[in-house]
Nanobody, 122 residues
């Protein structure tokens, strides 16, 4: 499975961005897809995930109510709509896909995209 992420950029605090991640290859085997982020000097942090079969979603507490993850099965694509962005949301965002059942942990994901930079100015 290959993942291609895009949609990052520079936005003012309070603004919005939408990230996209298109999967290709053996996507029929996937259990879920997720987004993680990593800020300079920090570890990789779970942001949101979606179970591919039924669309069940999971969010980190820090983004609940502001971010929305969704999927387009026909396009094998997952989206992350980010609203009310804060400076602390700035990071490199990675999409991930895998067959593991615990979608909040990086170890459930075997496939990772290249990362897309999100910068939030205050």
């Amino acid at each position: 499975v290959q993942l291609q992420a895009c949609g990052g950029g520079l936005v003012q605090a309070g603004g919005s961005l939408r990230l996209s991640c298109a999967a290709s290859g053996r996507t029929f085997s996937l259990y879920g897809m997720g987004w993680f982020r990593q800020a300079p000097g920090k570890g990789r942090e779970f942001v949101a995930a979606i179970r591919w079969s039924d669309g069940a979603t999971y969010y980190a507490d820090s983004v609940k109510g502001r971010f929305t993850i969704s999927r387009d099965i026909a396009k094998d694509t997952v989206y992350l709509q980010m609203n009310s962005l804060k400076p602390e949301d700035a990071a490199v965002y990675y999409c991930a896909a895998g067959t593991g059942r615990i979608l909040l942990t990086p170890t459930s994901y075997a496939y990772w995209g290249q990362g897309t930079q999100v910068t939030v100015s205050s």
